[in-house]
C-alpha cells in the first residue's frame, strides 16, 4: 500500500501537478527537519525544475514499513546553471538521491534527502 502511495506521488512530481500534490504531502512538512509546510515544499519543487527544465525522478530501490519509506531514486538531467553549489551550466551530470520519508495520516510528514554530490564532483571535474 505504502509502495503504490508513493509512486503514485513520484508521478505527482514528474508530471508536476501542484495542485495535487496536497493530496500527498501533509500541510505541516518538514524537509531535513526544517519545517517547510506545503506552500514551501511545493516551492522547492517547482525552482528545482526551473532549474533542472528535464528533471525526472526515477525509482531504483524502493522499501517501505508503516510508516516509513526508503528511496534510491535516480537523475540523468541538465541543469541550466549552478546546483548543489556547483557550476553545472547545462552540462549532463548523473546522480542518486537517497530519501527517507514518515507517512501519517496517508500524507507524508518528514522527508530526509541526500543526494549524492560526490558523483556530480566527479562528473565536472
Request: aromatic share 12%.
Amino acid at each position: 500500500m505504502l509502495q503504490e502511495f508513493y509512486r503514485a506521488y513520484i508521478g505527482c512530481l514528474n508530471r508536476q501537478d501542484w495542485d495535487e500534490l496536497g493530496r500527498y504531502v501533509a500541510d505541516d512538512v518538514k524537509h531535513n527537519g526544517r519545517p517547510f509546510g506545503l506552500s514551501g515544499y511545493r516551492s522547492m519543487l517547482i525552482k528545482d525544475f526551473e532549474d533542472i527544465p528535464d528533471l525526472h525522478f526515477v525509482i531504483d530501490r524502493l522499501v517501505s514499513e508503516a510508516p516509513l519509506i526508503a528511496a534510491r531514486l535516480l537523475f540523468d538531467c541538465f541543469p541550466k546553471g549552478r546546483f548543489l553549489g556547483l557550476n553545472i551550466n547545462g552540462r549532463r551530470i548523473s546522480f542518486a538521491e537517497n530519501v527517507f520519508y514518515e507517512v501519517k495520516g496517508g500524507k507524508i510528514v518528514d522527508v530526509f534527502s541526500v543526494i549524492d554530490k560526490t558523483a556530480i564532483e566527479n562528473q565536472i571535474a
